[in-house]
């Protein structure tokens, strides 16, 4: 770095805004599809899902959050030529280091069986001992990417506790696990209007929608 570097007075790059369009989903997930359309809903985008377009799951090499997000807007972006929002999610477990984390989808298997995932946490949690807490949080990074390489990425995050046996059967992944702090229920017991009001992902949708939008 040269002497005269002030971190502190490096002008801000210029955010870029998305014009009205249409807009891939860059999710294989059919719960965070619809929950990001959902989401989308009041902001005049045409969204379309990288499933309906055929696009191919990247692999995420990332070691964060945001940068498994950045992959995949940036490629979806770059296959299909249209700006590509992408959601990189995952369950923290404090008692377990930050785990599952960003491999929150993968503790549930190649058969995406949340079932075994949610039991692993819990199993995981016991295995600590009588002290372990409960505590965890969800994060969600959201990326969007524009064909040409230009990406904007946010990060939003919802604190809670895990709790068991698993409740309710409305949201997806570890919703009937997780109840955030406040409440009695789990994200799977609610309407999703209300997990929409206080998630990870509404968290980082907000950020995105007063940046770009
Ligand atoms: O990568 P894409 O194609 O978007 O789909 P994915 O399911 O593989 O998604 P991630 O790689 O981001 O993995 C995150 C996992 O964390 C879980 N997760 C994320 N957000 C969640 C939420 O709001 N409620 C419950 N589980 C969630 C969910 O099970 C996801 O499979
Ligand atoms: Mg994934």
């Given at each position: 770095m040269?002497?005269?570097?002030?971190?502190e007075?490096?002008?801000?790059?210029?955010?870029?805004?998305?014009?009205?369009?249409?807009?891939?989903?860059?999710?294989?997930?059919?719960?965070?599809?619809?929950?990001?359309?959902?989401?989308?809903?009041?902001?005049g985008?045409?969204?379309?899902?990288?499933?309906?377009?055929?696009?191919?799951?990247?692999?995420?090499?990332?070691?964060?959050?945001?940068?498994?997000?950045?992959?995949?807007?940036?490629?979806?972006?770059?296959?299909?030529?249209?700006?590509?929002?992408?959601?990189?999610?995952?369950?923290?477990?404090?008692?377990?280091?930050?785990?599952?984390?960003i491999?929150?989808?993968?503790?549930?298997g190649?058969?995406?069986?949340?079932?075994?995932?949610?039991?692993?946490?819990?199993?995981?949690?016991?295995a600590?001992?009588?002290?372990?807490?409960?505590d965890?949080?969800?994060?969600?990074?959201?990326?969007?990417?524009?064909?040409?390489g230009?990406?904007?990425?946010?990060?939003?995050?919802?604190?809670?506790r895990?709790?068991?046996?698993?409740?309710?059967?409305?949201?997806?992944?570890?919703?009937?696990i997780?109840?955030?702090?406040?409440?009695?229920v789990?994200f799977?017991?609610?309407?999703?209007?209300?997990?929409?009001a206080?998630?990870?992902?509404?968290?980082?949708?907000?950020?995105?929608?007063?940046?770009?939008?």
């Amino acid at each position: 770095m040269s002497e005269d570097f002030d971190p502190e007075h490096v002008a801000p790059q210029a955010i870029r805004k998305l014009t009205p369009g249409k807009l891939v989903i860059a999710s294989h997930n059919q719960g965070k599809v619809r929950e990001i359309a959902e989401l989308l809903g009041p902001h005049g985008v045409e969204p379309i899902s990288a499933g309906a377009l055929g696009l191919p799951e990247p692999e995420e090499t990332g070691t964060t959050f945001i940068a498994n997000a950045e992959l995949k807007a940036l490629a979806a972006a770059d296959l299909s030529g249209l700006p590509a929002l992408s959601d990189d999610s995952g369950l923290c477990v404090e008692a377990l280091r930050g785990e599952p984390g960003i491999f929150s989808a993968r503790w549930a298997g190649s058969d995406k069986d949340f079932t075994v995932a949610m039991r692993r946490v819990w199993d995981q949690i016991l295995a600590q001992g009588p002290g372990a807490g409960h505590d965890a949080h969800f994060v969600c990074a959201l990326a969007l990417a524009w064909p040409d390489g230009h990406v904007e990425a946010f990060e939003g995050r919802v604190d809670g506790r895990i709790v068991w046996p698993p409740r309710g059967d409305k949201g997806f992944g570890y919703d009937p696990i997780f109840v955030p702090y406040g409440h009695d229920v789990t994200f799977a017991e609610m309407d999703p209007a209300a997990k929409h009001a206080m998630s990870h992902r509404a968290d980082a949708f907000r950020q995105l929608v007063a940046a770009v939008f």
